[in-house]
């Protein structure tokens, strides 16, 4: 007997956690697009998205923080040098030129271990990347960037929580 309660629902999903220095590089990357007519991303919620995870409820929650528990992050480098638009979703991203082995292995090893707690892991090929500005228009140029170095030293769980102002991304847990 649940005595009428519902359990809480949360939109969660896993990602790279900017420090205070590379998220401060990143928005001054942004300003860069000051022509480009969009939706600037919040500077407190610059994040590079490795699993979402969609609405969860706090069992399922559980689990998860135990699948990635077990997970040993190798610290690794990602350079962030490329912009690019999706078209599809309207979005102006920044990205590395290439994943770097350190993120591939942190991806797959995040996925197996989802996949072994019993959860669904999206298969399209990952593709990582920082957004800049949503609902934007195709920038006539991508600037040319001299890029932003992340040492990435760890991965959070975070949940997106949504407000009337708009969307606050909030960290959970670090790993």
């Not at 007997?1 to 809480?8: A, K, Q, V």
């Not at 399209?124 to 600037?143: A, K, M, N």
């Not at 959070?156 to 102002?165: D, N, R």
Request: charged residues 25%.
């Amino acid at each position: 007997m649940n005595d009428g309660i519902i359990p809480r629902k949360r939109r969660l999903f896993f990602a790279l956690w900017p420090d205070d220095d590379t998220r401060t590089a990143i928005e001054y990357l942004i300003r860069q697009f000051s022509n480009t007519q969009g939706v600037t991303v919040t500077v407190m919620n610059l994040h590079l998205t490795l699993a979402f995870l969609g609405m969860v409820d706090a069992d399922a929650q559980q689990s998860i923080q135990k699948c990635a528990a077990g997970i040993q992050i190798r610290p690794f480098k990602l350079r962030l040098s490329e912009c690019g638009y999706f078209t599809k979703s309207r979005a102006t991203f920044i990205a590395p030129e290439s994943c770097p082995k350190g993120l591939e292995r942190l991806v797959r090893e995040l996925g197996n271990r989802l996949v072994e707690c019993g959860f669904s892991v999206n298969s399209h090929q990952f593709r990582p990347h920082v957004t800049l500005l949503r609902d934007s228009s195709e920038p006539d140029t991508l600037p040319g960037l001299s890029g932003v170095d992340w040492q990435v030293e760890k991965f959070v769980l975070v949940e997106s929580i949504t407000h009337a102002e708009g969307v606050e991304y909030q960290v959970l847990y670090e790993y």
